[in-house]
């Protein structure tokens, strides 16, 4: 089994930046990856962003790419989400998920191709 752990969610003003981490323990894989997701109240889990746990690829949601990065840190075992330039549409549940689809170029990046997550951090941003 695999366990993740989000933490670095708080409440910031539009603008802000805040970043996620998410810790990966238990049984481990050399090829996965390992992304965010978010869901706000009365709507559906989106996509966020995702990164091959190789790092040889990423791949961002069109509405926060040129403002979050996401990067893994294998030797932690720990992938993060820097969010900068928020926006109160960005208010949602962040989740931390890890996918075993192999490869490297493709990053997946619906949720059915994710087996573990995280139970969630809780991200604010006030206007």
């Known amino acids: 089994q695999v366990q993740l752990v989000e933490s670095g969610g708080g409440l910031v003003q539009a603008g802000g930046s805040l970043r996620l981490s998410c810790s990966a323990s238990g049984r481990t894989f050399s090829d996965c990856a390992m992304g965010w997701f978010r869901q706000a109240p009365g709507k559906e889990r989106e996509f966020v962003a995702a990164v091959r746990c190789s790092r040889a690829s990423t791949y961002y949601a069109g509405s926060v790419k040129g403002r979050f990065t996401i990067s893994r840190d294998n030797a932690k075992n720990t992938v993060y989400l820097q969010m900068n330039g928020l926006k109160p549409e960005d208010t949602a549940v962040y989740y931390c998920?890890?996918?075993?689809?192999?490869?490297?170029?493709?990053?997946?990046?619906?949720?059915?191709?994710?087996?573990?997550w995280g139970q969630g951090t809780q991200v604010t941003v006030s206007s």
């Open positions: 998920s890890l996918s075993r689809v192999p490869g490297e170029i493709y990053v997946p990046r619906n949720g059915y191709e994710y087996d573990y």
